[in-house]
């Protein structure tokens, strides 16, 4: 395979352009603005911990979800959804004629009614043509995994649509499931999908044996150095092989949909999710609707994390309310939350590196079997983001390999996930460091400062995970370094007071995480903002607010730029009706792709602003800047308010306009945010039984355009990652069926069971973000796994490789 070239060209990000000065006379007297302006040199509203704008809502229960629009329509209906009880088979029959007959139903949709469409899709809510294959319909005759959709419901309420479903005779034609992804590959087992009903299928598919996509890369050479490391004594080979479950996303909002026709016969669907764009042109292609006459609204959302990614009950709900010609609500119930909803993909990683006895890292092998489920949504980009973004962690390793399958079994479709197959790979390849450590005896820290990416470094790395050739890019902000040394302080590396008893044991573990921002030439965010006449804004963006604070975000960007209040700037939800076009928020794009384009578009504003500040100042428009909420003569320091530019604007008797800007913003850059996990562990060696002391998060997250807000996602994504390191996760008997079906069977821990969180920002400038800003949502949930499995190996000599991390499994590996 030819390297890469290491020139690349600097994108170029036109801000704003230059309006030629209008010189006409205005009518009016403006008042000046007050003169407690902020100096101009200053940061207006950027990394100030601006308040965020749904908090007060939240807290009083005045925010509306979806489900708080269920009142709107007087006659709308509640449906519920029927699932398959076996793992792998055919729906032979299905008899619906005692629920029909049943008062307040309204209708029970089969595989086979004229309402329930046959084209295959798939659920994964990305860019057209998605990366994922189209191997689902709306209703399955065939059945892959338990909770697999069989038929519908709607009903007057809720209770009389569960009812019916209880009388709803299904029968079967049973097949044996596949539970294991490594028997599935096998051409012996049982066949989940036939490649001749599978469209969009994926590069390496093979679905005699059950292979969903191959990919595989490579740098260098590994094959050679292992030889090379056969013939030296000071050359090491290490070998570790790491194990990951289902994850559950937990969120607090299930998913729900309301689906009606307007008024002007147009479908409305008012839906829970992080991708309306998609969720649009997704159900035009099923239902054969022009996407002109479907409106998608996202109301405020219950938490995200990559489940409300997926085209998951919208279509179930659609062809209800079509069949029925009213108004339909669905919402899943917790039970189907655990078993139906998407989850993290379970992956089993083979690690195998070669390290000098000074700790060069000579070459790391990474092959990366994932467990694709039932389907197939996201199972080619979240296997090959296990190795995108740890691999590049150690860019200057001059032979690296990656391989990969996404193999289907009859458990549960996995999906995105908050992290994108990051936290597998991370546990996989930082775990497998603190082995390489261990192996030549070398501080961990020192052993990765040696070979850790730095500033200026040529990342090849991340090209061989999609089998890609020639994918490159220059890394123009890492803090990577002081991260390390901030975390090392804040935890107390080598200065921890140990426990009188002897059999407890306290170490510090660390691991390094990398992420990115956006998905590199695949994504786009666009803006519009308008200007009130009292100098106030209403900014309109694409972008979803699952919970984190984007709006405020993008609030602050926008008034960094206009220099007004954060306040004045009111953020609207996205609606695909209303709002311009964004791919969503996922892969933490939205403050670095959607930021930059409300940034151009309050720039573009902003011309506007000044055009007709300096005509009532009578002066070259080349004197005057926003500052404080004004329009200042640089000169003279005359100035005039937004809000008297907003009065003239509109009501002036000279040229009057809308003050409106607008903008697009893609690109081919996805810079990583980079961080460094420490966790502080106490392990009592005579039952496996540990604590978790402390766990610390460095961050460098660019420029943090609200470092309160930052800090939350850090101290969230840390409780998330800490979550998987240590819950039981989903656990299935031997015919697939769900043994973990709420809360308390998942153990997701307590408040009462989270260890004190520490957050650190490291600022960089990334010279490619808004304001040097990139991602910070998803770096943070990726290395608590490993940092926690080598602090427990640090402590009582202990490995432990597949999740979740147990006393039991401690204490089993002491008493061997």
């Known amino acids: 395979m030819s390297k890469p070239q290491s020139g690349e060209q600097e994108s ?23 003169d407690n302006r902020k100096s101009l040199t200053d940061r207006f509203a950027i990394s100030e911990s601006a308040e965020k704008d749904d908090a007060r809502k939240i807290v009083t229960g005045d925010a509306k979800y979806t489900s708080d629009y269920a009142s709107n329509f007087p006659n709308l209906l509640e449906g519920k959804v029927l699932r398959s009880e076996i793992a792998h088979g055919y729906v032979t029959n299905i008899d619906t004629s005692r629920a029909e007959q049943m008062d307040g139903v309204h209708t029970v949709l089969t595989p086979w009614s004229e309402s329930v469409p046959e084209k295959p899709y798939t659920s994964a809510g990305q860019s057209y043509m998605e990366p994922s294959p189209y191997d689902m319909r709306v209703l399955r005759k065939k059945v892959r995994y338990v909770g697999d959709p069989i038929a519908a419901v709607a009903a007057t309420d809720g209770r009389t649509a569960i009812q019916a479903m209880r009388e709803i005779d299904v029968e ?33 598919h093979d679905y005699e044996r059950n292979v969903e996509a191959h990919a595989e890369g490579e740098i260098g050479d590994v094959s050679a150095a292992y030889e090379e490391a056969e013939a030296r004594e000071d050359w090491t080979v290490v070998e570790s092989d790491w194990e990951m479950p289902y994850q559950s996303h937990l969120v607090p909002e299930p998913h729900t949909t309301i689906s009606r026709r307007d008024e002007d016969d147009r479908l409305h669907v008012i839906t829970s999710t992080q991708v309306p764009y998609h969720t649009r ?94 389907y197939g949504p996201h199972g080619l980009t979240v296997t090959g983001c296990a190795g995108t973004k740890p691999l590049p962690l150690y860019p200057n390793t001059p032979n690296m390999r990656f391989e990969m399958d996404a193999v289907h079994t009859n458990l549960p479709v996995p999906g995105a996930m908050r992290g994108y197959g990051a936290p597998q790979g991370h546990f996989a390849v930082e775990g497998h460091i603190g082995e390489v450590a261990d192996a030549i005896d070398m501080d961990p820290i020192e052993l990765r400062r040696k070979n850790m990416v730095e500033n200026g470094d040529l990342d090849e790395a991340s090209g061989i995970t999609s089998g890609g050739e020639g994918h490159v890019r220059r890394i123009r902000s890492c803090g990577l370094e002081d991260c390390i040394d901030r975390g090392k302080d804040a935890i107390g590396w080598g200065d921890l007071k140990q426990s009188d008893a002897e059999h407890e044991h306290r170490a510090v573990g660390m691991a390094l995480s990398a992420q990115g921002s956006g998905v590199a030439g695949d994504e786009l965010g666009a803006a519009h903002i308008k200007m009130n006449e009292d100098g106030s804004f209403i900014l309109q963006t694409g972008a979803v607010d699952t919970g984190p604070g984007a709006d405020t975000a993008m609030s602050q960007i926008a008034s960094e730029v206009l220099k007004v209040d954060p306040a004045d700037i009111v953020v609207q939800p996205s609606d695909t009706d209303i709002s311009p076009f964004d791919y969503g928020a996922y892969a933490s794009s939205t403050t670095y792709v959607t930021g930059h384009a409300v940034k151009k578009a309050a720039a573009d504003a902003a011309d506007s602003i ?58 081919d850059q996805s810079p ?98 808004p304001f040097g800003a990139k991602s910070v949502g998803e770096v943070p949930t990726n290395a608590v796994p490993p940092a926690l499995s080598n602090a427990i190996d640090r402590a009582v000599d202990v490995r432990i490789r597949d999740l979740p991390i147990t006393a039991e499994k401690i204490a089993a590996k002491l008493n061997e």
């Not at 066949?191 to 994926?202: I, M, P």
């Not at 054969?288 to 998608?296: E, Q």
């Not at 402390?694 to 961050?699: M, P, R």
């Not at 998330?720 to 069926?737: C, I, K, P, T």
Request: aromatic share 6%; net charge negative.
């Open 610 to 667: 000044r055009r007709i500040g300096a005509r009532m100042l009578e002066i070259p428009e080349a004197r005057v800047e926003l500052d404080g909420g004004s329009v200042v003569d640089t000169e003279s320091a005359n100035s005039v308010s937004i809000e008297a530019v907003g009065y003239e604007s509109i009501y002036g008797e000279a040229n009057r306009e809308q003050i409106m800007g607008q903008a697009s913003h893609s690109t």
């Open 172 to 204: 079967y034609e049973q097949l044996d499931p596949v539970l294991d992804p490594e028997t599935a590959r096998s051409t012996a087992a049982p066949q989940v999908h036939d490649s001749e009903t599978v469209e969009n299928k994926l590069p390496g």
């Open 281 to 374: 042109r997704q159900l035009a292609h099923l239902f054969d609707v022009p996407i002109r006459d479907i409106r998608v609204s996202k109301p405020r959302i219950g938490a995200g994390f990559g489940a409300k990614q997926s085209l998951l009950i919208e279509p179930i709900a659609v062809a209800l309310s079509e069949a029925v010609g009213r108004p339909v609500k669905l919402q899943t119930t917790r039970r189907e939350q655990f078993f139906a909803g998407r989850f993290r993909r379970p992956m089993s990683i083979s690690m195998k590196s070669v390290v000098t006895d000074d700790g060069a890292l000579k070459a790391l092998d990474m092959e990366t079997l994932s467990n694709s489920g039932a």
């Open 12 to 34: 170029q990000l036109d801000e704003s352009s230059e309006s030629e000065p209008e010189t006409e006379e205005h009518p009016f007297h403006w008042p000046e603005s007050a």
């Open 672 to 769: 990583p945010p980079y961080g460094a996990q420490f966790a502080d562990v106490t392990v009592d060696d005579s039952t496996g039984e540990f604590t978790v002391n402390k766990l610390v998060f460095a961050v460098d997250c660019g420029t943090a355009i609200n470092p309160k807000l930052a800090e939350g996602q850090v101290e969230g994504a840390m409780h998330m990652s800490y979550e998987y390191a240590v819950s039981g996760g989903l656990e299935f008997d031997e015919q697939g069926r769900p043994l973990t079906t709420d809360f308390r069977e998942y153990g997701m821990p307590t408040t009462a069971d989270q260890p004190p969180l520490e957050s650190i920002l490291v600022e960089t400038h990334e010279p490619t973000g």
